[in-house]
């Protein structure tokens, strides 16, 4: 029971922690007209809090709280993890005033009047992470409260990830680029032979590993996510409800 309530008020914190976050990018972006440099002045502090609180995640794994793979949670908290700490935060000028454009000037995603460029930049990433935060706490924090999840909140958790994975993790390896350059030639997070220590390491080499491990995955896990989005919404359809998912967090 205590472990029921501590879920379900972890769930609803980081329901707010990321309905705020999105509420900025949305506010900052779209309602003000603003820039990805104002948006990360606004969104720093809430999206540091929100995401590093995921690191949690996997203690709940590890401890037996839920019943998440400790090895996946691991992986999937470590890789958003590196991305706000070890890349947007570490080169915030270029990350948080950079984009990748996805075609020439010319291009315009009409939204609402608003003519937005067609670019992969910290609005994307934060729009791809907020909504899907939003979902996927608030499926675990109703599920905590009521052992079962209406329909509508199921099929958006299972039906959300199919725009916003592709979104989310090409903003991220976008982020990664516009990083890179500065991070090589400033020799960030770096430790150069000899020394002390008798280690090298070079976090540029870290880096192109990390995105190296990005490319084989994603059509994998992908599709396998769409398998379970067919076999879960077909039970709910036959009656079974968010049942069919096991108690967890992640």
């Known amino acids: ?65 839920v019943r998440s793979p400790v090895g996946i949670t691991g992986m999937q908290v470590a890789s958003r993890l590196w991305v706000l700490w070890g890349i947007v935060n570490l ?23 608003l003519s937005l460029p067609l670019q ?22 109703v599920k905590e409260m009521l052992r079962t999840v209406p329909y509508p909140l199921l099929w958006l958790r299972y039906s959300t990830f199919i725009p916003l994975y ?36 070079d976090y540029t080499i870290a880096c192109y590993i990390i995105i190296a491990t990005y490319l084989p995955g994603l059509p994998q896990l992908y599709f396998y996510m769409l398998s379970q989005r067919k076999k879960v919404l077909q039970g709910a359809a036959g009656g079974a409800g968010a049942g069919a998912e096991s108690k967890k967090s992640r």
């Not at 950079?98 to 995603?109: D, E, F, N, R, T």
């Not at 930049?121 to 924090?141: G, K, P, Q």
């Open 166 to 201: 592709p979104i989310g993790v090409a903003s991220e390896l976008s982020m990664a680029y516009l990083a890179l350059p500065t991070i090589r030639k400033q020799h960030m997070w770096s430790l150069d032979m000899p020394n002390a220590y008798n280690f090298g390491f």
């Open 1 to 65: 029971m205590a472990g029921n309530l501590y879920l379900m008020a972890y769930n609803l914190a980081l329901v707010l922690g990321w309905g705020y976050c999105l509420y900025l990018t949305i506010d900052t972006m779209i309602l003000k007209h603003g820039s990805t440099a104002d948006l990360w002045k606004v969104v720093e502090l809430p999206l540091k809090v929100s995401q590093t609180a995921a690191v949690l995640e996997v203690l709940h794994s590890a401890i037996g709280l």
């Open 91 to 113: 080169v915030p000028e270029a990350t948080t005033r950079g984009a990748v454009s996805l075609g020439g000037p010319s291009l315009q995603l009409q939204l609402g009047g």
């Open 120 to 141: 992969l930049n910290l609005a994307t990433l934060l729009a791809a992470w907020s909504i899907t935060e939003v979902v996927r706490y608030s499926f675990f924090a």
